[in-house]
């Protein structure tokens, strides 16, 4: 960043305020104090996220499970968690929907792909 390079990044702070504040239930206040502490108030340029349906979530996670994908903690959550993890990204996305986009995952990777190049192509102005 020093450089003025591109950095991408799969997780940040956004993540934490999801999972842990609203997918948890710990205190906002305190998780947002925490994430302030760890990133100094540093914050993307550009967010995307993938949204789709809990539902989607649940059955692409079965899919992956029949594949013998090795499980993980978070394959254990109920819906419920995964509902209030979906509501504070949206969220997020009301409050800062310049920074931060949804973007409808719910079709095929293709889609998806074309739909993520457009969104950086927009915010890096390569059209």
Known sequence: MAEGRIVFSDRYADATFAYQGAGRGFDETT???VIA???GGLKPDLTLYFDITVERAISRMAERDDAE???NRMDLETA???QR???AYHGI?????DRFKL???NGSVDETHTKVV???SDFLDLK
């Open 31 to 33: 998780v947002n104090h």
């Open 37 to 39: 502490l760890a990133t």
């Open 69 to 71: 994908t090795k499980k």
């Open 80 to 82: 419920e968690f995964y």
């Open 85 to 87: 993890v979906r509501d």
């Open 93 to 97: 996305a009301k409050c800062e929907p």
């Open 103 to 105: 973007l409808d995952a």
């Open 118 to 120: 457009s969104i950086i």
